[in-house]
């Protein structure tokens, strides 16, 4: 039975007041199922996508169970942690805190690298109620004395497997372990690699399971269309694209930091404002860029994947693909930042033939075919597309074998 509001999952009735104000009316199927399972104090395993609406399904019954506590935490000291991969998604996370929380008296800090431990450091002299953090910074703050989890007995693990792929693992497990054993741990992540799955045994207690499929977030109102071409096209193709006013507001994805950047100097030498964010870019600068898109001052972002899981924006109109991501599961976190809060939306992938193998492999994760327009490559098919393609080829070269001492003597005479 699906819960038809967020009265019936039992909600204290400051965080519905909260609610409220926000316009929230209807709880995710993520939302549904997980929070009566954590208001009970069980353990959690979320398998979940962006845009499902987890980060509310772990935070309001955090509230709930911390308004309920009443404790005040000591100096130094936190009564919950959340761990996230990446800046933009733990003050997203932050956020959101304030937004449900705002009729309690909470006191929240995020921790990150990127800026000044200064405030950070300033923040946890008193203690607070909640630490928003990225495990590398984290780290840094409690070997430094700043920051101290021994009765932290609240842990949320946001985007494990985003973790694990940034290496942040090893850090996650001492952090961990300067935690009590007696807590109450969620884990979420949107695939389960085998390293992600050993520390979900590791740490959670006889854990709820919740799983929100892919096939669930690419949902029906994201139009989703794929233009075939060659590597050398997408820039022209980009523009013109760019140049219809119904793209409002502009995702556009790249895979490398390198390749952002160059889609923005292309633009601009093309006459189209855009900024890049990632992960060489000044915490700042990411936070500039993703103000000014926001504020609609500037319509076209070009981010690498560390935005997919870091961007809540609800009225990004079109997500463009420029290369396809080489892991499945990352389109399906960039085409999620369209189409959010009931809005509809549009995702197009730019893929040339080296790119073939990701696209099929995307729609064996959505189980559906993209819709094709634009023309197909002319590069002969039956074959994989490679760097010779625009080459020409060497001739093959013919080896004689040498008489006399064995190859490894003749070496070792030289």
């Known amino acids: 039975m699906t819960n038809t509001n967020f009265a019936d999952l039992g909600l204290a009735e400051r965080l519905l007041a909260a609610l409220e104000d926000a316009n929230y009316q209807t709880p995710t199927p993520i939302q549904s199922k997980a929070i009566p399972q954590l208001l009970k104090g069980r353990d959690l395993l979320g398998i979940a996508q962006t845009g499902t609406g987890k980060t509310a399904a772990f935070t309001l019954p955090l509230l709930h ?13 936190a009564r919950a942690l959340i761990m996230a991969p990446t800046r933009e998604l733990v003050i997203q996370i932050s956020e959101s805190i304030e937004t449900y929380g705002a009729r309690l008296q909470m006191r929240h800090t995020v921790i990150m690298g990127g800026v000044s431990s200064k405030r950070q450091i300033d923040a946890m002299r008193r203690g607070v109620d909640i630490i928003v953090a990225t495990p590398g910074r984290l780290l840094d703050l409690i070997q430094q004395g700043h920051v ?22 090893r850090d996650v497990r001492k952090i961990i372990a300067k935690m009590p054993t007696k807590r109450q741990t969620l884990l979420f992540s949107a695939t389960m690699p085998a390293e992600v799955a050993k520390l979900a045994g590791d740490i959670l207690n006889n854990p709820e399971r919740v799983e929100i499929t892919a096939k669930t977030v690419a949902v029906d109102r994201i139009h989703q269309q794929v233009y075939h071409m060659e590597a050398a096209q997408k820039r022209r193709q980009l523009s013109e694209l ?32 855009a900024e890049a964010i990632h992960g060489n870019k000044s915490q700042g600068a990411r936070q500039r860029a993703l103000e000014n898109f926001r504020a609609g001052q500037m319509r076209v972002l070009v981010a690498t994947d560390i935005a997919s899981r870091g961007i809540d924006i609800d009225d990004v109109t079109h ?37 073939r193998p990701h696209l099929r492999g995307i729609e064996r994760l959505i189980k559906q075919t993209l819709e094709v327009v634009g023309d197909i490559p002319s590069v002969p098919e039956g074959r994989p597309a490679t760097k010779g393609d625009t080459a020409k080829p060497r001739p093959a070269q013919r080896h004689r074998r040498r008489r006399g001492r064995p190859q490894r003597e003749r070496r070792k005479a030289a």
């Open 65 to 77: 169970k911390l308004q309920l506590d009443g404790q005040r935490p000591d100096a130094r000291r």
């Open 148 to 169: 101290d989890l021994c009765m932290t007995d609240n842990l949320i693990l946001d985007e494990a497997d985003r973790m694990l792929d940034m290496g942040f693992i």
């Open 242 to 273: 760019l140049a219809d006013p119904k793209m409002e507001r502009v995702i556009v994805f790249t895979r490398t930091k390198h390749g952002a950047n160059k889609v923005v100097k292309n633009l601009a030498n093309d006459g189209i404002g």
């Open 319 to 355: 997500v463009i693909n420029y290369e396809l991501p080489n892991i499945a599961e990352s389109y399906v976190h960039r085409i999620g930042r369209t189409a959010r809060a009931g809005a509809t939306g549009t995702a197009i992938s730019f893929c040339d033939i080296s790119e």
